[in-house]
Structures are given as structure tokens and as C-alpha cells.
């Protein structure tokens, strides 16, 4: 019998971190799925030129949590909802002083068994 390291470990951690987001796979209706929303800075230093700091936003999910038959794609939409910047759930109304930010999948990255993280961009219905 083979152990399950996603339900051993990647599923306590986003119950722990995580909090509900919507998420809508391009050509479906938004589902809430759990999921730990990281934002952080970066510096990028190149030769000759001034440093600059970039936001690099990510969201870790375990790949179970998702509809039959779908996985996490590029150009798929997720929902985040925030009070201060302390991550809450985006599946319910949200408390004064929340907001809903919206985000685009640009890259999906597998870590390790079950699980992946997905690079998001700022979204916006011009785009």
C-alpha cells in the first residue's frame, strides 16, 4: 500500500494556512476550493543597472481539491480575499474592511505529491 504524502501532509497544511478561494478554470463556473495565497517581493539585481523589486504572487493547492476532470491551467482565474494582508475566505461575505482581489494563473509548478503552485499576475477584464 502505497502512503498518500498529499493527505499525510499537504492537506493538515491547508487546513492549518489556507482559507477557501474561487477559482474558475477557463469555460467553468467558479468553484471554492482551499489554498494558501502567498504574496512577497523579489529583487532583481543585473549588472549596470539599478536593482528593482517585483511582486511574485503564488498560490499553493493540492490537486484533489478540484473538480473531477479538472487541473489548474494557464489563463485560469482565482479569487482571493483579504483583510489587512491576512489571507480569509472568499466563499463568504466578506467583513468590513475585506476585499476581493483577482488574480490570473500564469504558470502551474507541481510540488511533490499532489500538490502544485500557481503562479499568479494581477488580473483584469481588459486583458
Known sequence: MAINLARLNLRPAQRLYGA???YRAQGEVSTALRAVFDRTTQLLEFPGA???SIAVVRLGVELAAFP???TPGQGDVVTVALLASQQIP???PLPTGGVLETFIVTD???DG???AVLALAEWSEDA
Do not use: E, F, I, K
Open 20 to 22: 477557501a478561494v474561487l
Open 50 to 52: 539599478a536593482a528593482q
Open 68 to 70: 473531477p476532470g479538472t
Open 90 to 92: 472568499a466563499d463568504r
Open 108 to 110: 502551474v509548478q507541481q
Open 113 to 115: 505529491p499532489g500538490g
